[in-house]
């Protein structure tokens, strides 16, 4: 499965996590800082169709840091459930949304996607093809931080074949692992091992 596939099946099966949600849990707060879990869901489509000129007028308006949030408020006047038809009509990526075979959003939708779940008590397993080409893309992002939370610590998930990096080993559900290295501190506490603290510590600057 390539990445497009792998973005088309995790955006599928948000939309699906999406249909059982109350208006209550829709305006809840995301791990995404003052997201709530609609927000979440506009990000994650606000790449879809737009050009790079479309790109480049949004870091204007945005002036270039608030890019993301230009995204969102373009979004904001859709209910919920129609938030929820734009996600059904384009479950496959498109536009800037397809960059590097479509692991660009990949990427974005299954962390997002665990920023809404995590705060709603909703947890799931990551299909494992998914959640190892995920991790190695979190590393190889400028838009992330995983390049530099993680660097100098080994990472060895407990529960998936994958590994990264030298130095002390940070241990865990793999899923636990790409929250964290990708920013989330509250998931450091499901993280073991020596890189542990090492990665707590970046964490907390």
Do not use: Y
């Amino acid at each position: 499965m390539d990445g497009l596939e792998m973005a088309t099946a995790e955006r599928t099966d948000l939309a699906d996590l999406l249909e059982t949600l109350t208006p209550g849990q829709w305006e809840a707060p995301s791990l995404c800082q003052g997201w709530r879990v609609r927000d979440v869901v506009a990000h994650v489509m606000s790449f879809d169709g737009v050009s790079l000129l479309g790109m480049f007028r949004r870091a204007i308006r945005g002036r270039i840091l608030h890019i993301n949030q230009v995204g969102v408020d373009e979004l904001a006047s859709l209910t919920t459930e129609q938030l929820l038809h734009r996600l059904r009509a384009h479950l496959r990526p498109q536009g800037l949304a397809t960059t590097f075979g479509g692991r660009l959003a990949l990427l974005d939708v299954t962390i997002h996607h665990q920023d809404i779940r995590r705060p709603l008590g909703m947890p799931r397993q990551i299909p494992a093809e998914r959640l190892r080409c995920v991790l190695g893309a979190s590393l190889c992002s400028p838009e992330l931080p995983a390049w530099r939370l993680a660097r100098g610590i080994r990472l060895a998930p407990t529960d998936l074949d994958w590994s990264h990096g030298s130095g002390p080993e940070l241990t865990g559900p793999a899923e636990a692992v790409l929250m964290a290295i990708t920013g989330r501190r509250s998931a450091i506490g499901e993280l073991a091992g020596p890189g542990q603290p090492v990665l707590a510590g970046r964490l907390g600057r």
